[in-house]
């Protein structure tokens, strides 16, 4: 159980292009859903944290205009990245903590974004 | 604002030996630590936390406060067990995780 996905798993596009992510919790609802962006070596940075039916919580530096997110159920969020440049290609990886659950988050195998 | 610090990218050991990964953080509150590891080409998935106080995989972790760490202990290390290991602090219970830089253990045969 606990499973999360991520769709797609790797996507390339062009400069000045939109790109969305979806993040699925399949097996249980998720009130909180966080994304998080890993650049290769690095540890995970959290980009914002999205409840189900609310406006998201962006951390400072994150650009709420360029990276919109939308959690409009129990099972699905959404990221897009708007006008994408390349220094925006990353791991995106999000996670999911299930409804009336404990604290423990469950990760999306994450999705590659690479703008070209 | 909360911090955790993995002072070693990289740490190689020989099957059999004894492994420690450091975690120190900085939080003026009492935090949530936990051990997230990552197989290669497998997804995050968490190893263990400080409250469950419990044994994965060989694995434990103390929360030491007084020093503010939770370090990773096995006392045999495995080849599977070569993976990136990230500590995390979380804040309040379910709220956002602050994840360390990790580190890359390598168990050779």
């Known amino acids: 159980g606990a499973v999360v996905s991520q769709h797609p798993s790797r996507v390339i596009c062009k400069s000045g292009t939109s790109v969305k992510i979806e993040c699925r919790s399949l097996d249980f609802q998720a009130t909180t859903m966080f994304w998080y962006r890993q650049f290769p070596k690095q540890s995970l940075m959290l980009m914002a944290t999205?409840?189900?039916?609310?406006?998201?919580?962006?951390e400072q530096g994150v650009e709420k205009d360029k990276f919109l997110i939308n959690h409009a159920s129990l099972t699905l969020s959404t990221l897009t990245v708007t006008s994408a440049h390349p220094e925006d290609s990353s791991f995106y990886i999000c996670s999911a903590r299930a409804r009336g659950g404990s604290s423990e988050q469950y990760f999306g195998p994450g999705t590659r974004l690479t703008v070209t | 604002a909360q911090r955790v610090t993995q002072p070693e990218k990289l740490l190689s050991v020989f099957k059999g030996a004894p492994v420690e990964l450091k975690c120190n953080y900085s939080y003026s509150g009492s935090p949530e630590l936990f051990w997230y590891v990552q197989y290669s080409r497998q997804r995050l998935q968490l190893l263990l936390r400080?409250?469950s106080r419990e044994s994965i995989k060989g694995f434990t972790a103390d929360l030491n406060k007084g020093e503010t760490s939770f370090h990773l202990k096995k006392p045999f290390a495995q080849e599977e067990d070569s993976a990136m290991y990230y500590c995390?602090?979380?804040?309040?219970?379910?709220?956002?995780?602050?994840f360390g830089e990790g580190t890359q253990l390598t168990v050779n045969p």
């Open positions: 999205s409840n189900e039916g609310s406006k998201a919580t962006y």
């Open positions: 400080h409250i």
């Open positions: 995390a602090l979380q804040e309040t219970s379910g709220s956002r995780l602050t």
